[in-house]
Structures are given as C-alpha cells and as structure tokens.
C-alpha cells in the first residue's frame, strides 16, 4: 500500500466539474506554509476478500519552499499491515519531489521497501511545454514520455483546490502527474469541496490545536477520488471506481487533517499527532 500524493487523494459517477485550460498560471494568491507534520494510522473499516484485521503506521510530511524558489516535499510513510492470518507486510515509502513554483517543472525521486526488501525505485523529472508536459525517466529505466498539457504537478493541485474553494466552488476535475508507482501513471482526480469550516469553528483535538494561527483560517472539507487514466471512456458511464479515495480537512494556508484513506478492501485514518510550523525562507 502507498499513500497518494499531497501532497499527494471513492467516486463513480461523472458530474460536472470545472477543468483547467492547457499550459494554465499556477493558483494566484494562494500561499503555501512550510511545516512538517506527522500522522498515525490505524485500520477503520475493512471488508472484502482482501480485508486486514489491523494497520500501524505514520506518515511524515515535511514541506518547505516559496513562491520564488520553487516547492520542496520530503514524504515517508511506514506501515504494518495485518491479515489476520499470521502474516504481516511491512511497507516503507520514502519519496522527495521539487516542483517549481510556476508550475512548469517537476523533480521526483522515490523508493518503495516491503518487508526491507527494495521494491519499485523511480527517478526523473517533468517539464510544462507549450503542447504537452515532457517526463524523462531515469529508473526504474530510461524513458521519455508526454502527457496532456493541462496535467498537473501535486502543489498546483493543491493550490487549485484552495483557489476553487475560497470562490465557494464545489467540484474540482483535474489529470494530476506526480511520479508514482513506475513514473508513467497519469491519474484523472475529481475533488468535492465541502462546505467551510469558519476560523475558530468546531475546534479540532489533535496536534493543530495547539497552533494558534490555525484557529484563524478557514477549512474545507475535500475529499479526492483518483481515477485511472486509462479507463477514463468507462468512468464516464458511470462504470469505474476509482483507484483509491482521499478525504481530509484543508486549511488555506495547505496544512491537511483528518486524514482518510479509502482503498477497495479497506479503509484506513491518519490523525496528526504533531505539527512544527517552519519558518519561511524570504524571496530574494
């Protein structure tokens, strides 16, 4: 199991949705607060043949970066999944990704171990052109490829998502690249925004409450469905599932919590237990 993306997040039906247009600006008046946060999982609901009788894990995301010199995202998740059966995986998700403050560069790099044995390692960058967005892939092997020119990178998605729900807009349908899995998946996302949470409103327990500066901002509830790229004629007749869902609160300033994780056979949450809010590197 990985995590999605935050930066990097179960919806069937096709509705109407608001789509970027080609080669857009990125989210105007948007900013981004470098911190670093961690999550723990445990197991909510599981069913299916596939179900776990139990998951223990954290998730550590540390963000930094600005506006000038673009977006850094280094991202752990550590997670124990149990069967039930006598037999337990253990995952380790280790990823670090640049993504220019433009968007119109993309640096990834990530390696996945499961039971300390090294899995899928992936390596390369993505660079926004006037026709398509260009990946050069150097692992797991060398490979040039081009997506469609309205994809794009996590924090631009990210960012979209605040810009869309700060104009009380409710639906969100975007092709997002974040150099998951082997490099070459292109994921279609439909986001619902939820209605806004006003600052100081239903005060959260966790590790946010004790930052005072949250209590100032809005949140939203969001909730993400990824959609596989490829099967996108059968999404819109009503006919795929998506790959995995993502639901949590977004602050404005980008902090997430109330992490959910949706997958086919189970369901999983992440509460943030710590928060450290950065200091933020000037413009030069």
């Given at each position: 199991m990985t995590f999605p993306a935050l930066p990097r997040l179960m919806l069937a039906a096709a509705l109407a949705a608001v789509a970027l247009p080609a080669a857009a600006a990125p989210a105007d008046g948007v900013s981004l607060a470098p911190h670093r946060?961690?999550?723990?999982?445990?197991?909510?609901?599981?069913?299916?043949?596939?179900?776990?009788?139990?998951?223990?894990?954290?998730?550590?995301?540390?963000?930094?970066?600005?506006?000038?010199?673009?977006?850094?995202?280094?991202?752990?998740?550590?997670?124990?999944?149990?069967s039930g059966e006598g037999k337990t995986v253990l995952s380790d998700l280790n990823s670090t990704t640049w993504e220019d403050a433009d968007a119109k560069a993309f640096r990834f790099s990530s390696q996945n171990r499961m039971n300390e044995q090294t899995g899928d390692v992936v390596n390369g960058e993505a660079e926004r052109r006037a026709k398509a967005v260009a990946i050069s892939l150097t692992k797991p092997k060398h490979k040039a490829l081009r997506i469609p020119p309205n994809a794009v990178f996590p924090t631009e998605h990210m960012r979209r998502i605040i810009a869309a729900a700060r104009a009380s807009t409710t639906m969100l349908e975007l092709p997002v690249y974040d150099g998951s899995?082997?490099?070459?998946?292109?994921?279609?996302?439909?986001?619902?925004?939820?209605?806004?949470?006003?600052?100081?409103?239903?005060?959260?327990?966790?590790?946010?409450?004790?930052?005072?500066?949250?209590?100032?901002?809005?949140?939203?509830?969001?909730?993400i469905s990824y959609f596989d790229q490829l099967a996108e004629s059968e999404r819109r007749k009503g006919e795929q599932t998506?790959?995995?869902?993502?639901?949590?609160?977004?602050?404005?300033?980008?902090?997430?919590r109330k992490l959910v994780l949706y997958y086919p056979d189970f369901t999983i949450s992440g509460e943030m237990t710590s928060l450290e809010m950065k200091k933020e590197k000037p413009c030069k």
């Open positions: 946060a961690v999550y723990d999982l445990k197991l909510v609901k599981s069913h299916g043949s596939r179900g776990l009788a139990a998951v223990r894990g954290r998730i550590l995301y540390d963000f930094s970066g600005n506006a000038c010199d673009g977006y850094d995202l280094k991202f752990r998740q550590v997670s124990e999944l149990d899995e082997t490099g070459e998946k292109l994921y279609n996302t439909f986001t619902l925004i939820g209605k806004a949470v006003a600052p100081g409103e239903k005060p959260p327990a966790d590790a946010g409450a004790k930052v005072p500066a949250l209590a100032k901002l809005t949140r939203w509830p969001v909730t998506p790959v995995y869902v993502i639901a949590f609160e977004l602050y404005e300033n980008g902090i997430s």
